[in-house]
């Protein structure tokens, strides 16, 4: 399915420098669950809770001209979150997994054309895995939040309207947003009648003004890409032991 989504693979190093973080505005953000240490040299270092601050500095280091976008990159790199100790459990809340990560840069024209490939695909995943009904959230600006107000109604109105496009009924959950930009979440309902919520959608406009992201116009000006994370599985380990309770061990062929 990443094949045929045209999602170029990456693997990103476990680590990075802490400056990208800062540059993020993550620093803060994070710094409870960031596994912290020193090179050699003193300078900070941290291992990644998530790798797009690596992604989008792999990203700037080239100018795109429009006709390089979309660019998608898919990256199932480990990460590293210090969770407390109290709050881990089996396969579903460990320190260190693996996720089906991939993020897109694209033109703010783009959006709607990416966004149905994405709701597709992700449809097209959960059939296959036979889980119940899929109850889906837009999760809003929260109280804490990058960027302007003007950006985040752009962007929220962006994804609702993807989703009625696609059909899908969805609700409202305000102020759950991610703190770069809003999203959507996918919450699936196992054998048990539980919800989990697995799949997560983000339009990110913060990410690339913050890492001062351009590409070339046909009018030959500097233009601002938009950023697409996406996991749809999530967690490999957390999706494996959902997915093992919700069938009994008896795994879809």
């Not at 590293?80 to 396969?91: C, N």
């Not at 109604?153 to 309207?161: D, F, G, K, T, Y």
């Not at 979440?185 to 990110?204: E, M, N």
Request: charged share 25%; hydrophobic share 35%.
């Amino acid at each position: 399915e990443m094949n045929r989504s045209g999602a170029q693979e990456v693997l990103m190093p476990a680590s990075c420098p802490a400056e990208l973080w800062q540059e993020s505005g993550r620093w803060t953000e994070y710094g409870p669950e960031l596994l912290r240490f020193k090179d050699r040299k003193g300078s900070d270092f941290c291992f990644g809770p998530t790798h797009e601050e690596m992604i989008v500095d792999m990203v700037r280091r080239d100018t795109s001209s429009y006709r390089d976008l979309p660019l998608r990159y898919a990256d199932f790199g480990r990460l590293h979150r210090y969770e407390k100790s109290g709050v881990t459990g089996g396969l579903t809340r460990v320190r260190s997994f693996s996720q089906d990560d991939a993020h897109i840069f694209c033109t703010p024209e783009q959006i709607e054309g990416e966004m149905t490939a994405l709701l597709r695909m992700l449809r097209e995943v959960y059939h296959v895995f036979r889980f119940g009904q899929i109850q889906v959230k837009l999760s809003t600006r929260p109280e804490h939040f990058l960027g302007s107000e003007e950006v985040w109604a752009r962007a929220e109105e962006a994804l609702a309207e993807s989703l009625r496009k696609e059909g899908l009924e969805y609700a409202v959950n305000p102020g759950e947003g991610a703190f770069y930009g809003p999203k959507i979440d996918f919450v699936v309902s196992d054998a048990l009648r539980r919800g989990w919520q697995l799949a997560t959608i983000q339009l990110d406009f913060s990410m690339p003004e913050r890492f001062d992201l351009t590409y070339i116009s046909p009018a030959g000006s500097e233009e601002r890409p938009v950023m697409i994370h996406r996991a749809i599985l999530g967690s490999i380990e957390r999706f494996m032991g959902i997915l093992l309770e919700h069938c009994a061990g008896a795994l879809p062929i």
